[in-house]
C-alpha cells in the first residue's frame, strides 16, 4: 500500500476546506493559518499550497497571502465550456486504458457511494474528489490530467457553494459518477461517454440554476 505523504495529505485536508467553504471565497489567509488548521509542518504544507495553485484554487501573493479567489457562476460556465470537451475524453481513455486495479477500485468507489442513500457531504465531497482523480489517473495521460485538475477542483467548489437541496443534488450526482466509475470497470467506452456528457449536462443546468431569470448570462437553453 502506498504511503501518502504529508503533502497530500495536507493538500487533502486545505482542498476539502476551500472546497466546502470552510476557508470562504475571497479569504487572505496566511501560510501560518494553514499550518495550524492542517496540524503539518512548514514544507508539507508550502508543497500543497502549490498544488492548490497549480490547481487554481488559491492565489499565492508574496508578503500578502494566499486569496481563495471568488466563486462565480460565469467562473463555472467557463469552466464548463473546457469540460464539455475534456470530460467525455477522459471517461473514454480510462474506460480503455484502466488497468485492472483501476478497473477494481472504480468498482469499489461505485459500491461505496451507495452504502448510504444520502451521505453526508464531507464523505460526499472525498468521494467526488477520489472519483474524479481515479477517471483521469486511469486515462495513462499526464497531460490531460494537468488539464483537468484546475477544472474539477472549481467546479466542486461552486457546486457545493450553491447546494439549496443536498439531499437530491447528491443523490443525482452520486447516480451519475456511479455510472462512469462502473462503465470505467466494465470496460464500456459508449456508456461511458455517455454519462459524461450526461454529467457535464447536469453541471451546465445547476449552474444557470443559480441565476437570476433577468440576468443578461441566462439561456436555459
Given amino acids: 500500500m502506498k504511503t501518502e505523504k504529508l503533502s497530500d495529505r495536507a493538500f487533502g485536508i486545505l482542498e476539502k476546506m476551500i472546497v466546502l467553504g470552510e ?5 487572505l489567509v496566511s501560510e501560518k493559518h494553514m499550518m495550524n488548521v492542517t496540524g503539518f509542518g512548514r514544507t508539507p504544507v508550502r508543497e500543497a499550497i502549490q498544488r492548490l495553485a497549480r490547481e487554481r484554487m488559491v492565489e499565492i501573493h508574496p508578503q500578502k497571502g494566499i486569496l481563495v479567489p471568488s466563486n462565480s457562476v460565469e467562473v463555472q460556465l467557463e469552466l464548463l465550456e473546457i469540460r464539455r470537451e475534456l470530460d467525455p475524453l477522459a471517461a473514454k481513455l480510462s474506460a480503455t486504458r484502466a488497468t485492472e486495479r483501476q478497473r477494481e477500485e472504480a468498482r469499489q468507489l461505485a459500491a461505496s457511494v451507495m452504502t448510504k442513500v444520502l451521505p453526508e457531504i464531507e464523505s460526499f465531497a472525498k468521494f467526488l474528489r477520489d472519483a474524479h482523480e481515479l477517471t483521469v489517473a486511469s486515462t495513462q495521460n499526464e497531460f ?28 443525482k450526482a452520486a447516480s451519475l459518477h456511479r455510472r462512469i466509475l462502473l462503465a470505467i470497470a466494465d470496460h464500456d467506452e459508449a456508456q461511458a461517454v455517455e454519462t459524461s456528457n450526461a454529467l457535464v449536462d447536469y453541471l ?14 441566462y439561456n436555459p437553453s
Fill in 23 to 27: 476557508i470562504a471565497p475571497g479569504s
Fill in 204 to 217: 451546465v443546468a445547476f449552474a444557470f440554476a443559480t441565476l437570476p431569470t433577468r440576468s443578461p448570462y
Fill in 144 to 171: 490531460l490530467k494537468a488539464a483537468m485538475a484546475p477544472l474539477q477542483g472549481r467546479s466542486r467548489r461552486f457546486w457545493f457553494s450553491h447546494l439549496t437541496r443536498p439531499d437530491e443534488e447528491m443523490s
